[in-house]
């Protein structure tokens, strides 16, 4: 490789060499010059960005301090802190006993002249003061729950609620209502009043004729309703009126169905001694309550209900009874010949057996079959309504007669008649006769204390004529009644034996001065 050769540069080159290095030199003098103004630049924005930072946080923190101050001023408070108010009104500094009374003098004067009526027609009002029904404001529980905003609850949630009081404020809503017992108390206290039950038609027979009175249509309140129209005058604050929402109630019988009883469409007919006056008064005493009792069409007629109460102060007296196989006395002896009285009266009718029982012995004043006993709650008489009309029973006793009379609307024709027929199925003997000793009655002597009685099962059968024809025979009903023995007592206390005494023998045994003194 050849060596470099430097020619030399001429004056013109060298001139703008010259000049060219000048302009550099003064180029980067002025670029380090701007460098410079920049960062001082950047260095006055950073300190002005650092200032404002920290006044803002000055500011914050001055903000803050003051605030916690002021909350916990407000929270230190004594009595109803800051910005409390129920249903708007300030109670800020009060005790609880100011805050009542203040609360009070506004709320309690505003119930207390307020009155609900409760009405149903111009005639059929009731007035009753707000405050007989409890109806308030709650303002012991609104004050309890002002004293206690900001004082319940962790120190976070305290201070929590005490920026909340100072910013904003709590109000606590004023609770109203009335007591539902009271309500429902006045409510049944008036309904006593306002409540009319239906009244039924009644027919009776008077000197042969029958005598009809008007139905009554009645009302029961809709308590429920009621209520509910009256918690909304209630709600209002304001008195005001309260309608009164009632039902109404039909009766069951009414008097254009009662004119249509014209017609004897069932009668039976019994006997009695006139020797057992207990006896006699239970027979009259249950024909006086069976009397005059009308059913509606489809209603069930129960003996043991319609004999009322049968004890002593029933007016019922003691008088022969089966018991167990026995005849006792007992309270309304004597009350089956009613019922069965009755039983025969309601089947010539041909209205409908809901229940019915024999005796468990035979009877003697009606065929077998055709007897209807009741005893306590387990034996009824009851029968069904089952015509279309209504039906009035007519009993009496009286001069050894019981009559049962059924009056209702004939249906069947003049010539419609019918018969019931009994069939012995079984007869049974009575068993041998049971005999107690009586140590106190003298031997050989006999006394039967019961009578027993054959037994027997038995059919009834139904017999419908039409024009004197028989046009049907069928089975009706069955009864069975046991055979009980005779109750005999005998004697078996001996005679007592004649002693005679010694006058020597008893002689010998005294001496002198030893005599019974």
Sequence with gaps: MGEAVFLPLRKSENNCYRKLGVYLQQKGVRSHRREARHEAHKKKIMIGALVVVLVVLAGVLGYYFYH?????????????????????????????????????????????????????????????????????????????????????????????????????????????????????????????????????????????????????TGRIMDQEKTEANAAAVLDTRMSGTAKIEAEVEEPKITAEANSHVTDLIGSFKTTYTMSDKNRNTNLEVGCNYINGTVLAPGETFSANVELGPQTYEGGYKDAAVYNNGKVEKDVAGGVCQVTTTLYNAVIDAELEIVERHPHSMTVGYVPLGRDAAVAGNYKDLKFKNNTEYPVLIE?????????????????????????????????????????????????????????????????????????????????????SYRATADQVTVGTKKAEEKKEETTADTASTEQPGFGIQ
């Design 395 to 479: 009993a009496y006793a009286s001069g050894g007669n019981l009559v049962m009379n059924i009056y209702g609307h004939e249906v069947h024709s003049s010539s419609h008649r019918v018969e019931y027929e009994t069939v012995y199925e079984e007869t049974i003997p009575k068993p041998a006769e049971v005999v107690t000793e009586d140590p106190d009655m003298p031997e050989g002597e006999r006394k039967v204390t019961s009578t027993g009685k054959t037994g027997a099962k038995v059919s009834v059968y139904k017999i419908v004529y039409e024009n004197g024809k028989q046009v049907s025979r069928e089975w009706f009903s069955s009864s």
């Design 68 to 216: 916690r101050h002021q909350v916990l001023k407000l929270l230190s408070a004594e009595g109803i802190y800051q910005g409390v108010t129920v249903d708007g009104i300030s109670l800020e500094g009060m005790t609880k006993e100011e805050a009542l009374a203040t609360l009070e003098e506004k709320y309690v004067t505003e119930v207390n002249g307020q009155v609900l009526t409760f009405q149903f027609d111009e005639e059929t009002k009731w007035e009753v003061p707000f405050t007989d029904l409890g109806a308030g404001y709650h303002l012991e529980e609104a004050v309890e729950q002002a004293y206690n905003t900001g004082r319940e609850g962790t120190d976070k949630e305290r201070f929590q609620v005490g920026a909340q009081l100072l910013k904003e404020g709590i109000d606590i809503p004023l609770e109203y209502s009335y007591d539902t017992e009271k309500m429902k108390a006045k409510l049944t206290e008036i309904a006593e009043e306002f409540d009319r039950h239906a009244v039924d038609s009644t027919v009776s027979r008077k000197n042969g004729k029958f005598v009809v009175t008007p139905e009554e």
